[in-house]
């Protein structure tokens, strides 16, 4: 439980002086902030002491940073598009960053990089999330070069990078497991891998031991949230309901060495997360109360 965290998109609807103290009532120790309302990577646009005394005052320790570099705007309207959000300051990014042809492109995506690690390392923070460029395999050899700088950059200062497994099998890099490991073994850093995630691998009909099993040595952080079979598709649920085993999970993750940490993504509309949050983080302590007493 000392290695749970949570993200902070579910209170994207709050500003950081309100959603912490909300994350610190849920009983949370860690959050990780997503690069919306509560962090950005600018910083005449963020105060990043304000922030970090936001989080002290809170008992909180900023445990990674939810951004999308590497990925420019492409890896941002990606992701936003699925909340119906807009990207703010859409203007100031890359535009596919470092699948980019442009050195000038890849360039300016590695400085935005360079300085958000500094930014996480000045939180004391293990990771910041990143993206694959466009997503397309055929660009893994451009963008290897600087990611591999990131990575060097990001052992200086300690800090990790971890690309989330997104979209469909077989259809881009960070949706299918085969590719996930290809760039990993191809940027050849510890510090560098994916952020595993089960809950979009099984929305996207990939299954998600399998996926685990493929990816367990390129493994640098997660982000946990259940869901179910309904339709023709999957809805989220509370944990425990679901039809995801995250004591096996977490029993594989120890077992292979995995030293990071568990983020709750609470993404539900009931109830809201004023109240979700703790309940997403009581049901999953009690799914491993049961493992126990099951055994």
């Given at each position: 439980?000392?290695?749970?965290?949570?993200?902070?998109?579910?209170?994207?609807?709050?500003?950081?002086?309100?959603?912490?103290?909300?994350?610190?009532?849920?009983?949370?120790?860690?959050?990780?902030?997503?690069?919306?309302?509560?962090?950005?990577?600018?910083?005449?646009?963020?105060?990043?002491?304000?922030?970090?005394?936001?989080?002290?005052?809170?008992?909180?320790?900023?445990?990674?940073?939810?951004?999308?570099?590497?990925?420019?705007?492409?890896?941002?309207n990606m992701m936003?598009?699925?909340?119906?959000?807009?990207?703010?300051?859409?203007?100031?990014?890359?535009?596919?960053?470092?699948?980019?042809?442009?050195?000038?492109?890849?360039?300016?995506?590695?400085?935005?990089?360079?300085?958000?690690?500094?930014?996480?390392?000045?939180?004391?923070?293990r990771s910041i999330?990143?993206?694959?460029?466009?997503?397309?395999?055929?660009?893994?050899?451009?963008?290897?070069?600087?990611?591999?700088?990131?990575?060097?950059?990001?052992?200086?200062?300690?800090?990790?990078?971890?690309?989330?497994?997104?979209?469909?099998?077989?259809?881009?890099?960070?949706?299918?497991?085969?590719?996930?490991?290809?760039?990993?073994?191809?940027?050849?850093?510890?510090?560098?891998?994916?952020?595993?995630?089960?809950?979009?691998?099984?929305?996207?009909?990939?299954?998600?031991?399998?996926?685990?099993?493929?990816?367990?040595?390129?493994?640098?952080?997660?982000?946990?949230?259940d869901c179910k079979?309904?339709?023709?598709?999957?809805?989220?649920?509370?944990?425990?309901?679901?039809?995801?085993?995250?004591?096996?999970?977490?029993?594989?993750?120890?077992?292979?060495?995995?030293?990071?940490?568990?983020?709750?993504?609470?993404?539900?509309?009931?109830?809201?997360?004023?109240?979700?949050?703790?309940?997403?983080?009581?049901?999953?302590?009690?799914?491993?109360?049961?493992?126990?007493?099951?055994?």
């Amino acid at each position: 439980m000392s290695r749970l965290s949570t993200c902070s998109i579910a209170l994207n609807h709050h500003p950081a002086a309100e959603a912490f103290p909300i994350i610190a009532a849920a009983g949370y120790k860690k959050v990780d902030v997503h690069e919306k309302v509560h962090f950005l990577i600018f910083e005449d646009l963020c105060d990043y002491k304000a922030l970090k005394a936001i989080a002290d005052e809170n008992g909180l320790q900023i445990a990674n940073l939810a951004t999308y570099l590497g990925g420019g705007l492409y890896g941002r309207n990606m992701m936003y598009a699925f909340h119906d959000w807009q990207v703010p300051h859409a203007e100031r990014f890359t535009k596919i960053g470092f699948s980019s042809e442009d050195p000038a492109e890849r360039k300016r995506e590695f400085e935005q990089m360079k300085h958000t690690i500094d930014v996480a390392a000045f939180f004391g923070s293990r990771s910041i999330r990143v993206f694959p460029g466009n997503d397309d395999p055929e660009t893994i050899d451009r963008m290897v070069p600087w990611f591999k700088r990131s990575a060097e950059y990001g052992a200086e200062k300690n800090v990790s990078l971890a690309f989330e497994n997104e979209g469909t099998d077989g259809v881009g890099i960070s949706g299918t497991p085969d590719f996930c490991v290809e760039l990993s073994e191809k940027v050849g850093s510890p510090y560098f891998g994916v952020l595993y995630e089960p809950g979009n691998l099984t929305f996207n009909g990939t299954d998600y031991r399998t996926a685990l099993e493929t990816m367990k040595d390129h493994i640098v952080h997660t982000h946990f949230k259940d869901c179910k079979p309904v339709g023709d598709g999957y809805e989220m649920q509370h944990f425990g309901q679901g039809i995801i085993d995250f004591p096996w999970i977490v029993e594989k993750l120890n077992a292979w060495g995995y030293k990071g940490d568990f983020a709750l993504e609470f993404e539900l509309h009931d109830p809201k997360p004023e109240i979700g949050l703790k309940k997403f983080r009581d049901d999953f302590a009690a799914l491993f109360d049961k493992r126990v007493n099951d055994s």
